[in-house]
């Protein structure tokens, strides 16, 4: 039977969205009909991710919306992309993966009447499936539901949005979740409840999660009426404003997109850095590497975000991106916000590639007016392959090597603490840089950019063999709170930050801490201390002769003590979410038990400051860095990272949905010449 030329049809094969199918060809599903028809009686895959149609057929419209709604197919207003379907009355139009054109099936009651082609079809096959592959992989990326509770909104793709009210186990017949099924067994199968207007409830099978969302607005949402079409054309409408913003914002990356380079191969030196690393990768972190190695393989500028833990490797990722670089013979810049942390890295960067023919040069203000020419000059003439700099590096008298040398990496460190036109500064000199940010904690605007389709995004969110999750208490100021802290970490040999973030007050505070009598011998740090005291300062931490830093937010970068275990922060209603979290990194940096403290005056916990501090007690877990950033964008509201249209969008549908739409316009336009 040919199931691809005839307007009229009398049967229709249907497979799930699922990894193995769309690696298929669909001329494949043509050629293995009778083998999947046979397949389809006897094993589970083939049961629960294929459905065959034929007119004349005894099943209910029902049944064939739960079936494609469970292989993953999205209910739209209107279908014109494969892996949509929609339905009014007991007509039901779907556009199979596995198929040319889209497909409509007229119902007479419980029967299937007729199967027709629609005149929607697709011209470019592997075009088709790599929007759809890249839709798929979005979805996956903003339905994190991590830490879900009963109350939390959720964002069904299909049915709108909706209160989660917990799981619930439910036995059904086989014959039930699959029409192809003629067995009557049972099984029993976890759902997602969720509650709509009216009361009305859905339950949503787990392994289905690609179809939520988180709910986040800038406004408390109004659940969704189940059934009706109100929802879709909601969506329609969104959906058609995305692509229009979607047209700006590419309009905005055009001379981004126009630039080339030649690609990067590997090299010895790389080979030999990846086999003396000291630690086992963790799985993020090579599949991050394999990511930007793919990356530099292409002529296209690298722009990719690597959104990691603190503590969980970014650095030696960032590490061998500049030495790959360097052995291409380019220059490569890991630009710091902070003194302290470009020192960390340079240490860093000096012992890994000990031995080796790169050469490492350090360029912030610790450097005499003797060093900062000489390093200028190296740079200049392309002696120097990496420079680990503050942003001193923007300076208009900083020159690199001219073509084909030249500056060919920028890594930005903590690019949350750079504004937008100091990162593009060096872009706009040199159009073909490849750019790495790294963070724990993007800023909103970043990391929407980079849900988006306009950024790639990297997650390290696997933990370091034996970490432990830092232990977050919220309470209001109390010596005696602050005095056991202080010894309980004592008491095993360990060390303590105690931030106080105000230069003014900060030695009378030493005094308070003193009265304490916890016998800490207790150092200070802030940025207006003479550059070698800092560096005294640090040294004396680090090895021991002081076990008690208090300091301001000087802290918040480059310091990797492992020793160090307790943080306490005092005042902490003053801190941003991002901030608060990015501090709490300091400590839990080895398989000892952390405990972070974030004190408040009395009676002073309120507002957007108690929000944020909520927040940070949620995401305890490791890796929620990326959890964090989305929290963070929630609080801020629209401010300057939407315009106003946008932001009405978002509060309908909620930003997760919103971006996963303005990805899919993104891909969309971009292929619309193939597609």
Request: net charge positive.
């Amino acid at each position: 039977m040919d199931l691809v030329r005839e307007k009229a049809l009398q049967g229709a094969l249907i497979v799930g969205i699922t990894p193995y199918f769309l690696e298929k060809g669909l001329v494949w599903f043509e050629e293995n009909l009778a083998h999947v028809k046979k397949s389809q009686k006897a094993q589970a895959f083939w049961q629960d991710n294929t459905l065959f149609l034929e007119t004349s057929q005894k099943i209910s419209v029902s049944k064939v919306l739960k079936k494609i709604d469970e292989m993953g197919y999205e209910k739209v207003f209107k279908i014109d992309q494969p892996g949509e379907f929609s339905q009014v009355g007991g007509i039901v139009e779907i556009f199979p993966i596995n198929s040319f054109f889209a497909l409509r099936f007229d119902f007479l009651g419980n029967t299937i009447e007729t199967i027709e082609k629609l005149p929607i079809e697709i011209s470019n096959e592997q075009t088709a499936k790599n929007i759809l592959k890249k839709k798929l992989k979005s979805q996956k990326i903003f339905s994190d539901l991590k830490g879900l509770k009963p109350g939390d909104y959720l964002v069904h793709l299909d049915h709108g949005i909706a209160r989660y009210t917990g799981k619930s186990e439910i036995q059904s017949p086989k014959s039930e979740t699959n029409p192809n099924d003629q067995k009557s067994k049972f099984k029993t199968e976890e759902y997602y409840i969720l509650e709509y207007a009216g009361g009305d409830k859905l339950f949503v099978p787990l392994g289905l999660e690609r179809k939520l969302t988180r709910y986040l607005g800038f406004v408390e949402p109004k659940l969704s009426r189940l059934g009706g079409i109100f929802w879709q054309k909601t969506k329609h409408k969104i959906k058609e404003d995305a692509e229009k913003f979607a047209k700006e914002l590419l309009s905005m990356f055009a001379k981004k997109e126009l630039a080339t380079r030649p690609p990067y191969s590997r090299t010895e030196i790389y080979e030999k850095l990846e086999a003396t690393f000291p630690y086992a990768l963790t799985p993020d972190q090579s599949q991050c590497l394999n990511e930007i190695e793919k990356d530099f393989s292409k002529q296209k500028p690298i722009d990719r975000i690597i959104c990691g833990d603190v503590g969980f490797g970014k650095t030696e990722v960032a590490l061998r991106a500049a030495a790959l670089a360097a052995e291409n013979g380019k220059q490569a810049v890991v630009m710091c916000p902070t003194t302290i942390l470009a020192t960390q890295h340079f240490n860093t960067f000096q012992k890994r590639l000990f031995g080796l023919p790169i050469n490492v040069a350090l360029l912030s203000r610790l450097q005499n007016k003797n060093e900062k020419p000489k390093i200028l000059q190296g740079l200049k003439e392309g002696e120097i392959d990496i420079l680990i700099a503050t942003h001193s590096v923007l300076s208009k008298n900083i020159e690199f090597s001219p073509p084909p040398r030249g500056l060919g990496l920028l890594i930005i460190d903590d690019e949350q603490r750079f504004g937008v036109k100091q990162k593009e500064k060096l872009r706009t000199k040199n159009p073909s840089i490849d750019i790495l940010y790294l963070s724990a904690t993007p800023i909103p605007r970043t990391l929407y950019l980079a849900l988006s389709s306009l950024k790639e995004i990297s997650f390290i969110q696997t933990p370091p063999h034996g970490r432990k999750a830092v232990k977050t208490f919220i309470l209001p100021f109390k010596k005696d709170v602050v005095k056991n802290a202080i010894e309980s970490e004592l008491k095993r040999g360990g060390q303590i930050y105690f931030l106080h973030n105000r230069v003014e007050t900060i030695n009378a505070f030493k005094l308070l801490l003193e009265e304490l009598n916890t016998n800490a011998k207790i150092g200070i740090l802030h940025a207006k201390l003479p550059d070698k005291e800092i560096i005294k300062t640090l040294n004396d931490f680090q090895t021991g002769k002081t076990n008690l830093l208090l300091a301001t937010t000087i802290i918040e970068n480059g310091l990797d003590i492992s020793n160090a275990n307790t943080l306490i922060v005092d005042n902490a209603i003053r801190l941003g979410l991002a901030q608060a979290y990015q501090l709490r990194g300091r400590v839990g940096r080895s398989n000892a038990q952390a405990n972070a403290y974030f004190l408040y005056p009395k009676n002073t916990l309120k507002g957007l400051a108690k929000q944020r501090l909520q927040a940070l007690k949620q995401a305890e877990e490791l890796g929620s860095g990326y959890k964090i950033a989305t929290a963070d964008l929630e609080i801020r509201g629209a401010g300057n990272i939407l315009g106003r249209e946008q932001s009405g969008s978002v509060n309908r549908i909620g930003l997760n949905l919103y971006c996963q739409m303005l990805s899919e316009a993104v891909e969309k336009l971009k292929n619309q010449n193939s597609f």
